[in-house]
């Protein structure tokens, strides 16, 4: 291969890693994601739902907020116990498709977490919010110890009902 196509070709994969690198800051940039959370919480049009303890009753509280036409869900927790190990706070979030685990945190010291989806399910399609206490173990379904939910049976097809911890549907 001649030397000016292979530095053409050197000088394509640079610039491609050098994008790559500059995609890839963006994309972890944690302050950045905490601005857009910040500004959804405190936009006039967001629309809010506040979190109901489950039995036994807890101190824990949340609530789940987006802005119309956005695709970014802000779950809020406070009052959470300190977990241990590999378990974490699991939020899961449900629309007309199912269940899907959009996130895990562990509390701050003062028993404070948030967590943030910009993926689906859309924010306007959710019907159902649930927060556990668990080991992350990949499933979608809601599992572990119930500490919050929130559902809203108008904004669901006919047949939806409140997920029952008991028989874990």
């Known amino acids: ?51 109901d303890p ?11 907020s987006y802005r119309p036409g956005s695709w970014l869900s802000v779950v809020d927790l406070r009052g959470l116990d300190p977990v241990a190990g590999e378990e974490r706070y699991l939020v899961f979030l449900r629309n007309w498709a199912g269940w899907t685990l959009v996130g895990a945190a562990r509390p701050g010291v003062d028993g404070t977490a948030q967590v943030r989806s910009g993926a689906e399910p859309r924010p306007r399609t959710v019907y159902e919010v649930v927060v556990t206490r668990a080991v992350d173990d990949a499933t979608s379904v809601p599992h572990g110890q119930p500490v919050l939910q929130w559902f809203d049976a108008s904004l669901g097809p006919p047949r939806a009902r409140r997920f029952d911890f008991a028989r874990g549907v």
């Open 1 to 51: 291969m001649p030397k000016g196509p292979r530095l053409v070709v050197v000088l394509l994969l640079v610039a491609a890693v050098t994008w790559l690198g500059v995609r890839a800051v963006r994309a972890f940039d944690t302050d950045r994601h905490a601005a857009r959370a910040a500004a959804v919480l405190t936009a006039p049009d967001v629309v809010t739902y506040q979190l």
């Open 54 to 64: 489950v039995p036994p009753v807890t101190d824990s509280a949340g609530r789940f």
